[in-house]
Structures are given as structure tokens and as C-alpha cells.
């Protein structure tokens, strides 16, 4: 036998275990191989009896939809649970943010010439009594077709000390109410000194989650007001219930995605990148950076909140959606639910005279006076 550690090392060797798939051929065997999924309804693109493991979802779209990514849902199910252990609008989750498509490349997913209208996911999701792979359309729009394959194992029971993979994305437009008085994005102390932060109640939350996993993974879709750097934000890693996040604790936003200063240049690792860059004044716009820790995954035991500051002490207003990936026991804690559709759509466009007014102009155009997101806590 080989001693080799590399990706290819073990493909030689011989494995028990069938591979099957899901997909959307035509059965009458024609070319028609999608399907069609109207307004409100639910696919099942995958209902899987027995054990097994998950190694390849492919997918792609035609909708008439410009928002269809964001307005699509993809839940998974293992074991015949109730509660979904993935639950994220389908484009992020294959780390398309805002609805757009572009081309985006990491190992464990990407998004495929033409334009990103590929979706692929390698990580593999092991199950004992089952799997269920479903796509809600909360679109309007009917998707007009669906392509899909899901590729798997049949195994007479799943890998010894097999975590089950979960998924779940966040939104929030943040406040600095609690970093400056006056509510000012005060980067840098430029307005002046603000209060140091000694908790990461205000944080952007990643992840709840409760029971012995690991994190392996994070896409962090943010949408700047301002010309501001938005990267001084530290994230934090509260392990087991420890009340201060002092075992796991970073030093800035570009330094948990593996880059420094201040980026605003593309970059494609296997394991991290800068995928999607704003196209205005200094970091004006939108970003998206990933992090795979495949190699470096967060451990925990009975639990585990991640989050991250929106500007230093969390000092700024920032429009931030995520994507964090992760392997734990079951049950999991209940992912909190997905905000309703209209409160998935993307913020309307500020131009460089406008980015003081962007939290007034939100409220305004929801028809309310607070901000949304799902609800932090302690």
C-alpha cells in the first residue's frame, strides 16, 4: 500500500459500496432532462433510502427570475429528521451572492463557466437511515428548468464517527449603535475614539450550534455603503460555552480569510479567495470572500457561536450575508428559519453622494423603522 498523503493518493484503492444517482433525465427517454418547478412548489431532487454518503450535487437554472438564486431554497434532511440540516437560498450556498452569477472556484464548491451557471458541491454528506435533497421555489417565476444530478454511495452502514453536514445562511444589516452614540460608521477612530468591545453580543453571527462538530467552511457576502475599508472586524470563536471567545480569536477580517491589507483584488485558492469584487469607489460595493478550513477545522465538543465584527468594535453599517458549512452530531439545534423572501432581495443601489443615507433609505423602502436579520444573542 502506498504511504502517500496527497488528494489522489487513495483512489487506487479498492472500496465496497454502490454508486448510484439522482438527476433529472428525461424518463421517457427523450432530451427533455429537467424539470420543471412552478411558483411555491417544492422538489424533491433526491429522497434516498437506507446508508450512504453524498459526493457530488450538480445544478443549474432557467428562470426568468433575476433573483432566482436568492429566491430558491435548498434544505437537506438526514435520518429522517424533521428539521433541515442545510437550509440557504441555492445560489449561496453554492457561493453565488446577491443573486448574481459568476464564476467562483474553490475545492469543496464552485460555480462553472458560463458565468457561474454551473453548481457543484464536493462535500461529502454521509447519512444512515436516509437523505432528502428538496428546492422551494418562492420565486414568482417558475423555474422553467431545473438540471440537477446528485450523485452518492449506497453503503451497508455510513463511515465510524461520521458528523452530518449542515449548512445555514444569515443576513443582517448591521448598526454601530452600540460603537458610536450618534450611530456614525467611525472606522479607523476617524470621528474620534469609541469604546472598546469586550463581547461579541453585537457580532455578526455565523453560527449556533449545539451537540460535537467541526466548522469547515465560510462565504461572507458583504455589500459596503461606503468607500470605507470594511475589514477591521474580528472574528470570534465562543468553544463549549466559554463566556469570553479567548481560545479562538482573530485579528481582523482580511486575516480570517487568509489575506492582509486591506484586499480589493481578485484571488482563487482552493481553500480561500476573493471572488467577487466591488466595481466603485475604494470598497464601495460588493464582496465576497471564502474560507474553506479543510485542513485547520474549528473542533468542538458540546457547542460552538461564531461570529465576526462589522468594523472594528463594530463600527459599521454593512449589509452582510454568510454561508457557514459544518459537520456536527445529531439532533442539531434548529437553524434559526430563513428571513421571507422580500427581505432576501438586495439592497437598493447608493451611489457615492448617497452611502450617509442607506440605513434611512432601507427603512424607508421596507415600510418600517428597524433593522433586520435574525436576532443575535449573548
Not at 39 to 48: E, H, R, S, W, Y
Not at 133 to 159: C, G, H, K, R, W
Not at 234 to 241: F, I, L, S
Request: aromatic fraction near 12%; glycine fraction near 10%.
Amino acid at each position: 500500500m502506498g504511504s502517500g498523503n496527497g488528494p489522489l493518493d487513495g483512489l487506487y484503492r479498492l472500496r465496497s459500496g454502490r454508486s448510484r444517482r439522482a438527476s433529472s433525465y428525461d424518463r421517457n427517454g427523450g432530451n427533455a432532462d429537467r424539470i420543471v418547478v412552478a411558483p411555491g412548489q417544492t422538489a424533491v431532487l433526491a429522497d434516498i433510502r437506507g446508508s450512504g454518503v453524498i459526493r457530488h450535487i450538480w445544478c443549474t437554472i432557467a428562470c426568468k427570475d433575476p433573483m432566482i438564486r436568492r429566491n430558491a431554497v435548498l434544505r437537506m434532511y438526514w435520518d429522517g429528521e424533521a428539521e433541515p440540516s442545510v437550509l440557504a437560498p441555492l445560489g449561496d450556498f453554492f457561493g453565488q451572492g446577491w443573486g448574481e452569477a459568476y464564476n467562483f472556484v474553490s475545492l469543496p464548491v464552485c460555480a462553472a463557466p458560463l458565468h457561474g451557471r454551473a453548481l457543484n458541491c464536493y462535500f461529502p454528506m454521509p447519512f444512515a437511515d436516509g437523505a432528502r435533497v428538496t428546492v422551494e421555489n418562492q420565486s414568482d417565476q417558475p423555474m422553467d428548468a431545473l438540471y440537477f444530478y446528485i450523485d452518492y454511495e449506497e453503503l451497508d452502514a455510513p463511515p465510524a464517527e461520521a458528523g452530518r453536514f449542515h449548512a445555514w445562511w444569515n443576513r443582517e444589516l448591521t448598526d454601530p449603535g452600540e460603537a458610536d452614540p450618534d450611530h456614525r460608521e467611525n472606522e479607523w477612530s476617524v470621528l474620534g475614539p469609541f469604546p472598546p468591545n469586550r463581547s461579541d453580543a453585537q457580532n455578526y453571527l455565523f453560527l449556533e450550534a449545539e451537540g460535537r462538530g467541526h466548522v469547515v467552511g465560510v462565504h461572507y457576502f458583504v455589500d459596503n455603503p461606503g468607500p470605507i475599508w470594511y475589514g477591521e472586524g474580528d472574528d470570534m470563536w465562543r468553544v463549549d460555552g466559554e463566556p469570553w471567545p479567548g481560545s479562538l480569536h482573530g485579528t481582523g477580517t482580511e486575516d480570517f480569510f487568509n489575506a492582509s491589507w486591506s484586499p480589493n483584488e481578485a484571488y482563487a485558492h482552493p481553500y480561500f479567495g476573493y471572488a467577487r469584487l466591488p466595481s466603485s469607489l475604494g470598497w464601495l460595493g460588493r464582496t465576497h470572500c471564502y474560507r474553506f478550513l479543510l485542513e485547520d477545522p474549528i473542533r468542538f465538543q458540546k457547542s460552538l457561536r461564531g461570529s465576526i465584527e462589522h468594523g472594528h468594535a463594530n463600527a459599521l453599517t454593512l449589509d452582510i450575508a454568510s454561508v457557514c458549512y459544518w459537520y456536527q452530531t445529531e439532533p442539531h439545534r434548529p437553524l434559526p428559519p430563513l428571513p421571507p423572501r422580500q427581505e432576501r432581495q438586495n439592497l437598493p443601489a447608493i451611489g457615492v453622494r448617497e452611502v450617509h443615507r442607506w440605513r434611512d433609505a432601507w427603512r424607508q423602502s421596507m415600510g418600517g423603522g428597524r433593522l433586520w436579520g435574525n436576532e443575535r444573542k449573548g
